[in-house]
């Protein structure tokens, strides 16, 4: 069992910045696929980006690329979402998720999530 936690959500003006971490409960973390999420009010929720459990390959979503990088300390159990050149659009409910051999934009391939954080982006 992996229990997550989201971190560093909040307000920030368009153009701004802010990084977001994931925090997991287990040592086994470093076995685990790492993905970020997003769900806007109204809309379906949506793929960020993604990193392998060594951190050896990356994927975003062409929405972020750019603006958005992933990354994973495994000696602090931690993932992160760098976030960069923020608009108005960005506005969501953040999600980390985490699975074995889950890397990737599926959704059902990750086992486990995380409460989510919000992030709004004032135009």
């Known amino acids: 069992q992996v229990q997550l936690v989201e971190s560093g959500g909040g307000l920030v003006q368009a153009g701004g910045s802010l990084r977001l971490s994931c925090s997991a409960s287990?040592?086994?973390?470093?076995?685990?696929?790492m993905g970020w999420f997003r769900q806007a009010p109204g809309k379906e929720r949506e793929f960020v980006a993604c990193?392998?459990?060594?951190?050896?390959?990356?994927y975003v979503a062409d929405s972020v690329k750019g603006r958005f990088t992933i990354s994973r300390d495994n000696t602090k159990n931690t993932v992160y979402l760098e976030m960069n050149s923020l608009k108005p659009e960005d506005t969501a409910v953040y999600y980390c998720?985490?699975?074995?051999?889950?890397?990737?934009?599926?959704?059902?391939?990750?086992?486990?999530w995380g409460q989510g954080t919000q992030v709004t982006v004032s135009s």
């Open positions: 287990t040592r086994t973390f470093s076995n685990n696929d």
């Open positions: 998720a985490a699975g074995p051999s889950a890397f990737g934009s599926y959704e059902n391939r990750y086992t486990y």
């Open positions: 990193i392998t459990w060594s951190g050896g390959s990356r």
